[in-house]
């Protein structure tokens, strides 16, 4: 394909040359001096041979090199082998250079393309084992409790309630797996738009907050809002920022001491006037340094069987930071072991001007 290609450019490079300075030089010599018709087609032929064959040897040798080079960047595309391009710019040159410069961008374009699809396909794998893995626990706790009962301990009044009420817990925590599930894949497939409003903030934490507190004086946990301004409006989609607040404080109870609290407010934002940044602040047991980097990976937990214990399907924070992303939003998470956790994340403010 490349030889075709080559010699075509070369043969009409060569052959339009050719001819035109065939044309012009036997007509200078008609103009200076009378030629007979045999010495006009001698002249001709020997100008058109010579012009053609210089011609078509510069044309090789302008040519070769950077049709080699678009032929091997697109054997490479089709053998997944990539190189590294430099200054892919456009700049001036001929039709072979733009052709040279759109391979080398196609190639990575391709690469950045397939690296994408790797990094979904390991993505995929990892996600369904970690599903598994999470699914086969209550699944098999709730067949062991079953299978029990139907063997002659439901007829055992100081067992079967036990049991029962064991079985159903396993049960919820599917049911509440199943509804995370659902949602994280809405939010990562772009499914679940939000729904951008003008929300007073204050009204938001307090509706929150009010509706967990029967959780938190089971847990013996006090929960604390630091006022702020009630007339401070965001620009945000009110549930899903229900969400958010509602997993972190739920965190900071589940995994508070007895005794402990739960800290709500906000933090001073000096180099941004635009945001405002929301803190949920605990007294809990805290986490390494090398554990904050990956708490908002799916299924991701500091201590595994106290997360369990307690109900927690691992998807909490996953489903917090792509809510917050989707906002175009950051979420920082400060931590120390047996100290506590500070998880805080920012909204845009509302800002009416009046005319």
Known sequence: MTKNFFSTIALRTAGFSSIAMAIVSVGLLVYLKDFTRAE?????????????????????????????????????????????????????????????????????????????????????????????????????????????????????????????KKAMRNVNRLIYLTKDLMEISKLETGEMKSNFQEVYLHDVVLDVVESLQYKAQKEDVEILVNEFDKNLQVKADRNQIKQVLINLIENGIKYNQEGGRVEVGLLPTKKDSERVRVYIKDTGIGMEVKDISRVTERFFRVDKSRSRDKGGTGLGLAIVKHIIEAHGEALHIESEPDVGSTFSFTLTKVSHVSL
């Open 40 to 164: 006009l087609i001698l002249s001709f032929s020997i100008i058109f041979f010579s012009g053609f064959v210089t011609v078509y040897s510069v044309s090789a040798w302008l040519h070769n090199k950077r049709i080699n080079e678009i032929n091997r960047v697109l054997k490479n595309i089709s053998k997944k082998k990539f190189e590294e391009y430099e200054n892919l710019e456009e700049k001036e040159g001929d039709e072979l250079d733009y052709l040279s410069l759109q391979a080398k961008k196609a190639s990575k374009m391709v690469e950045k393309e397939l690296l994408r699809l790797n990094k979904i396909e390991n993505y995929r794998k990892e996600f369904i084992g970690d599903i598994s893995h999470e699914l086969k626990t209550p699944i098999f706790a709730i067949q062991g409790f079953i299978e029990t009962l139907l063997n002659g301990a439901i007829h055992d009044k100081e067992v079967n309630e036990v049991f029962l």
